[in-house]
Nanobody, 115 residues
Framework: QVQLVESGGGLVQAGGSLRLSCAASGSTFSASPISWYQQAPGKQRELVATISSGGRTNYVESVKGRFTISRDNAKNTAYLQMNSLKPEDTGVYYC?????????WGQGTQVTVSS
């Protein structure tokens, strides 16, 4: 089984930064893609960024140039560095991963950006 635990959320002012972490259990982390999703208040969960097992990254247009997804396979952890935060970035952030054709989700971490 795979367990993901997000952390690093908090309350910041617009223009500030946060670094979210996604700690994964198991021994297959290095071979699995990792994605970050945002669920804004009253909205559906939306893909924000993805990093492949080989380090290839993709971002939703609204965060390009501001967010960076990365991974540290030695620590079984993925990160989302969020800079120049905007109030629109507010929401619960979830990470997920695909392992052996199964999709796993963390419990989420709250990010609140004040104006």
């Amino acid at each position: 089984q795979v367990q993901l635990v997000e952390s690093g959320g908090g309350l910041v002012q617009a223009g500030g930064s946060l670094r979210l972490s996604c700690a994964a259990s198991g021994s297959t982390f290095s071979a699995s893609p990792i994605s970050w999703y945002q669920q804004a208040p009253g909205k559906q969960r939306e893909l924000v960024a993805t990093i492949s097992s080989g380090g290839r990254t993709n971002y939703v247009e609204s965060v390009k140039g501001r967010f960076t997804i990365s991974r540290d396979n030695a620590k079984n952890t993925a990160y989302l560095q969020m800079n120049s935060l905007k109030p629109e970035d507010t929401g619960v952030y979830y990470c997920n991963t695909l392992v052996n054709y199964r999709l796993y989700w963390g419990q989420g971490t709250q990010v609140t950006v004040s104006s």
